[in-house]
Nanobody, 125 residues
Framework: VQLQAFGGGLVQTGGSLRLSCAASGRTLSRLDMAWFRQAPGKEREFVAATRRSGGHTYYADPVKGRFIISRDNAKNTVDLKMDSLKPEDSAVYYC???????????????????WGQGTQVTVSS
């Protein structure tokens, strides 16, 4: 599976962005999908995930109520809608895919076998 993330950019505090992840090489409908982010000098951290059916979603506490993950299996895409952005949301955002991830690992980078190249999000204060 090849994943390509795009949609990042520079936005002011309180603004919005929509990230998209497009997949090729394999249908996403059989994969759990997630977004992670990594700020300079910090470890990569979980942001949000969605089960392959799209019926269950999971969020990191700092983004709950502000970010929404969604998927379109017909288009082989996964989006991350980000609202009320804060400077601490600035990071490189990565989409990731994994197969049949158990719930206890849904937030772990080790559970995902496929990664996109990342897209930069910068929120100015």
């Amino acid at each position: 599976v090849q994943l390509q993330a795009f949609g990042g950019g520079l936005v002011q505090t309180g603004g919005s962005l929509r990230l998209s992840c497009a997949a090729s090489g394999r249908t996403l409908s059989r994969l759990d999908m997630a977004w992670f982010r990594q700020a300079p000098g910090k470890e990569r951290e979980f942001v949000a995930a969605t089960r392959r059916s799209g019926g269950h979603t999971y969020y990191a506490d700092p983004v709950k109520g502000r970010f929404i993950i969604s998927r379109d299996n017909a288009k082989n895409t996964v989006d991350l809608k980000m609202d009320s952005l804060k400077p601490e949301d600035s990071a490189v955002y990565y989409c990731a895919a994994g197969s049949s991830i158990i719930l206890s690992n849904i937030r772990s980078t080790d559970a995902y076998h496929y990664w996109g190249q990342g897209t930069q999000v910068t929120v100015s204060s």
